[in-house]
């Protein structure tokens, strides 16, 4: 009789401890969502992190700005990112939502390489991407059909693309793909090709950056916008961050990740801006 009671109760501790243990490392969860532009960073910045705290528990997941918004404000997840200020999304109620500002990012067109282009003035970009320029003989490339890869609506990198490029036209009804990595892989392989994608990305001797305006796109001309082409990180909480929710962002915003991680993946740390960008796309220096 007490050796089965001595078995019951190991049993029912060994219960309470597995419980309690799930409970902890549930509790430990920070899930975040949205930009895929920004998913390379808050992957490599979640590993970092759950090395240094083993407790922790960060999940990175893409599907876009606008969907890291929605699902943040809904309170689906911890964290939502964006390339894209919450003010700016239809449907988004910016002032329950908390802006935590974290890098920048650079974004660049690519076209394949045998078009025969490195460099196209910021209307030629425009008239290109509203279907106005159709061929790359319009622009001293080849005698090649242009055909156009855009983001996904409800990409972050798109919605920058637009107010910066098209500034309010119509862009052309084209083939849309969801992710950096889609895009650069179509145009690598598709003859006349043209898109764009952010700087991390951007890496690949397979596919050809194109300059604008004759002003190369470096992070260096990012800080001072002569390349005009960049967006912020954003990381929104829903209202104040707990308490772990907070050692995390501030982990991001601390030295390991804006001094080593951020410049050595490419990106740029809001530290080292000399000009600011608000919700309206107007900038001004800082200072």
């Known amino acids: 009789m007490h050796k089965h009671l001595g078995v019951k109760i190991v049993g029912i501790l060994f219960l309470a401890v ?12 920070i899930t975040v969502v949205g930009s895929s532009a920004m998913q390379l960073l808050a992957e490599q910045a979640g590993n970092d992190y759950r090395l240094a705290h083993p407790s922790s528990n960060i999940v990175v997941q893409g599907g876009g700005s606008g969907t890291g918004l929605s699902q943040v404000q809904a309170g689906a997840v911890e964290i939502g990112t964006s390339d894209v200020f919450a003010e700016t999304q ?19 067109p690519i076209v394949n390489k045998n078009v025969g282009i490195k460099n196209l003035s910021t209307e030629q970009l425009k008239k290109i991407f509203t279907g106005k320029i159709t061929n790359w003989k319009q622009v001293g490339g080849k005698d090649e059909p242009i055909t156009v890869i855009n983001r996904s609506k409800g990409s972050g990198t ?30 690598n392989s598709t003859p006349g090709t043209i898109s764009y994608i952010s700087f991390p990305y951007a890496n690949d001797k397979h596919i050809q950056k ?9 992070n260096k001309n990012i800080t001072t916008n002569k390349w005009k082409l960049w967006s912020y990180e954003h990381m929104y909480t829903k209202g104040k961050p707990t308490k772990k929710v907070a050692a995390f962002i501030n982990y991001m915003l601390g030295k390991k990740v804006q001094k080593d991680l951020i410049p050595e993946i490419g990106y740029l740390s809001i530290n080292d801006m000399k000009v600011m960008r608000d919700s309206n796309n107007k900038v001004t220096k800082i200072g």
């Open 18 to 29: 597995f419980f309690l243990t799930g409970c902890k490392n549930n509790n430990s969860k």
């Open 90 to 108: 239809k449907g988004i109620n910016a002032k329950k939502l908390k802006n935590h500002l974290i890098a920048v990012v650079g974004i660049v």
């Open 158 to 187: 798109r919605t920058s693309f637009e107010d910066i490029v098209l500034k309010g036209q119509k862009p052309i009804r084209s083939q849309e793909q969801d992710s950096n990595g889609a895009v650069k892989k179509i145009v």
């Open 210 to 218: 194109l300059d604008i305006d004759h002003v190369k796109p470096t």
